[in-house]
């Protein structure tokens, strides 16, 4: 098991009410999940746990046998660097670092990875390669980039040094249908020849065939206030 | 390693911002130089210009104004002091040796004086020093020249030159004394005092220059420069004098005596006392320009907090994706100290330039205007702990934002509003 979540519950700070409460979730080894559910119901706080970047106010939280919530903040984001590779929905990469650069970052913080990657530019240059970016864009500017381009980068930044778990919080989102299919496609492809574990985070029902697992956040998470999530939506709706 | 080229390129990416920060901090840096090498070189070129001379002599003024003309040869005497009461205070039993000045022509924008060979034996500057020939020697013909050495250097004369002394401190052509040529004999090595501005002559020179002049203008009648040397020279009145004593212990009791000379009304002050006085009046002059330029600096350090912070938002993608990459709290506060050291040292460097070509530019200013001499100097151990303490400062200012950033890139977790 390399994920396992137990009696976890997580407020924000400010907030009545937890965002989540989730009993018991476990992801195996190899598995590519998809996790859905609708917007503002607690996605992306799920994956700010996972990743240690909040802690969980109760539970216990492993991540390849280690509780994460119990490590001291210096080794979570020790931990982070080393065994997890992270996508967002855009603007993965740094304006002013070169293509080249933006992939190498992972292995910058993480000597495990930088090990790992072996020469970590030709790695960096073959796994963009595999991501279809061709060579005469790796000194480019990022800015010069497509979207979907860009997000195939960021598949490349979260791949090098092989770590464990690649998360991913609605990296399709601002994709045509195309380039969200080839993303999806070179994503797979990449995170089994590495053995890589996928979270992958989306509200894009129209995908959740292509994984082997399929999770609704609102069947795991305890919570049962769609209400106050929509009374909370409202307020922050409000306060804009 | 790596982060230091991280917080380049950053930087470099928003130079524009921290470019300007780092020209307000250069200019407060110059300005903390500048004032601090005045001050130090200044106060010392000030208070060097003369020694051992225990009273300067001349016609009742003030104090300041008889130091002034006399010593620093800025502005005019209103009053001359005659040759009588000069030989008759020079013949006190307490005088050791006394030095004519007579001023009032000029050659090229300096001040010509006349005085006899005794000035070139008595005249101290620099705690005790005595003038020094680089090139030729004193004067001995009536019609030669001993020139400060900054008169030669900028009008590049060699010994043996020709040069027509100016009537007045305004050369025109109808003041000009060309009929009566003087011969450099002799060069003086530089003193930092405005004895390098200065051409010497004799005083009967002076009179011989004068001979064919009366009450300041030309006179019709013409008196070639070989017939006055035929003529009886000596002069009636003078300017100031510088007088040493015997005993220094009477210098009170020979300034009362002087002050309440009968003959006519003369002021007998103390060279080194009253320059104290004047560099006070200056001094707070300096102390105020000190806080001055210690605001700017403290405004341009300000200046950098405000475009640090102004960046804070948006940078805030950049930390939420350095931090995901596995970055620590200390390197995103790492990252803002670096770009402020970056921005101070920059400043540093731009201001410590900056400051040499002002001080390049002020020394002949002021030298001219004030008299005071400077060298340019390499920064010294207060100089460099001001260096110091301004990036010590930007460092200081520049966590604030590193820890705003820090706090920010935790709440912010994933979630990024676009
Ligand atoms: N940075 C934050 N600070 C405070 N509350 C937050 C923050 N991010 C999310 N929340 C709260 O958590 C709820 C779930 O948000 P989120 O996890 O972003 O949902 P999703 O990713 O499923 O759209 C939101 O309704 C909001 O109230
Ligand atoms: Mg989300």
């Known amino acids: 098991m390399i994920i396992r979540l137990k009696n976890v519950s997580y407020c924000w700070p400010g907030q009545q009410q937890p965002t989540l409460n989730i009993p018991s979730l476990e992801v195996e080894k190899g598995e590519h999940l998809f996790l859905h559910g609708p917007s503002g119901s607690g996605k992306t706080t799920l994956l700010n746990l996972l990743t240690g970047i909040n802690t969980p106010q109760s539970g216990q939280l492993e991540i390849l046998e280690t509780d994460i919530a119990k490590l001291s903040e210096s080794k979570r984001d020790r931990f982070r660097a080393d065994h997890l590779g992270v996508i967002f929905q855009q603007f993965n990469l740094l304006p002013y670092l070169s293509v080249l650069d933006n992939v190498l970052l992972s292995c910058d913080f993480s000597k495990t990875r930088l090990e790992k990657a072996g020469n970590a530019v030709e790695t960096a240059k073959q796994l963009l390669l595999d991501m279809e970016i061709s060579g005469d864009l790796l000194h480019s500017k990022v800015s010069s980039l497509s979207m979907g381009q860009q997000q195939r980068v960021a598949v490349a930044r979260a791949l090098i040094g092989n770590p464990e778990v690649i998360i991913a919080d609605e990296p399709t989102s601002a994709l045509d249908t195309d380039n969200r299919d080839r993303f999806l496609d070179l994503l797979f492809t990449e995170s089994d020849k590495h053995g890589s574990t996928l979270i992958f985070v989306s509200h894009d029902t129209q995908i959740q065939h292509r994984f082997n697992r399929m999770v609704s956040l609102a069947t795991i998470n305890n919570v049962d206030n769609a209400s106050d999530n929509n009374q909370i939506n409202h307020n922050q709706a409000d306060a804009k | 390693m790596k982060l230091l080229k991280i917080a380049f390129k950053s ?260 060279p080194g006392s009253t320059l104290a006085i ?57 990252l803002f100290l670096l770009e402020a050291f970056m921005v101070v040292l920059g400043g540093c460097i731009l201001g410590l330039i900056a400051s040499y070509v002002v001080q390049l530019v002020a020394q002949p200013l002021l030298v001219q205007l004030y008299g005071i001499h400077i060298d340019i100097m390499f920064p010294d151990a207060e100089q460099w702990a001001i260096i110091g303490g301004a990036l010590l400062l930007g460092l200081f200012f520049s966590l604030l934002p590193g820890l705003i950033a820090y706090r920010r890139s935790l709440q912010d977790g994933l979630v990024l509003k676009v």
């Open chain 2, 278 to 334: 004047l560099w006070n009046t200056l001094g707070n002059f300096e102390k105020i320009l000190v806080a001055i330029a210690f605001l700017v600096l403290l405004s341009g350090l300000l200046g950098m907090l405000t475009t640090l912070l102004s960046t804070l938002n948006e940078r805030r993608r950049e930390m939420a994706i350095l931090r995901t990459v596995g970055a620590h709290a200390w390197h995103i506060i790492a």
């Open chain 2, 11 to 270: 930087a470099a990416n928003r130079k524009t911002g921290l470019i300007l920060a780092s020209v307000s901090i250069a200019l407060s840096i110059m300005l903390l130089l500048v004032v601090d090498t005045i001050r130090k070189q200044g106060k010392s070129s000030f208070v060097n210009t003369i020694s051992q001379t225990d009273l300067v002599v001349g016609a009742r003024s003030g104090p300041l104004n008889l130091l002034m003309y006399s010593v620093f040869r800025i502005g005019n005497a209103t009053n001359n002091v005659s040759w009588k009461s000069y030989q008759e205070i020079a013949a006190f039993p307490e005088t050791d040796w006394t030095v004519p000045l007579s001023l009032g022509d000029s050659h090229k924008g300096f001040r010509v004086l006349g005085t006899n060979q005794d000035y070139f034996k008595y005249y101290r500057f620099a705690g005790g020093k005595n003038l020094a020939f680089a090139k030729g020697k004193q004067f001995d013909d009536l019609y030669d020249a001993v020139l400060g050495s900054e008169v030669a250097k900028k009008l590049s004369y060699k010994l043996g030159d020709k040069i027509t002394l100016a009537h007045g401190l305004t050369s025109t052509k109808f003041a000009e004394h060309g009929d009566k040529p003087f011969r450099v004999s002799g060069i003086l090595e530089r003193t930092g005092t405005p004895v390098d501005q200065t051409v010497h002559v004799s005083l009967q020179a002076i009179e011989a220059i004068h001979v064919d002049w009366l009450s300041g203008s030309p006179s019709p009648i013409k008196i070639s420069a070989e017939k006055a040397r035929e003529m009886k020279l000596n002069p009636k009145t003078i300017t100031a004098f510088m007088l040493g004593l015997k005993n220094r212990t009477a210098t009170f009791r020979m300034q009362r005596k002087i002050n309440q000379y009968r003959a006519e009304p003369l002021l007998a002050i103390l």
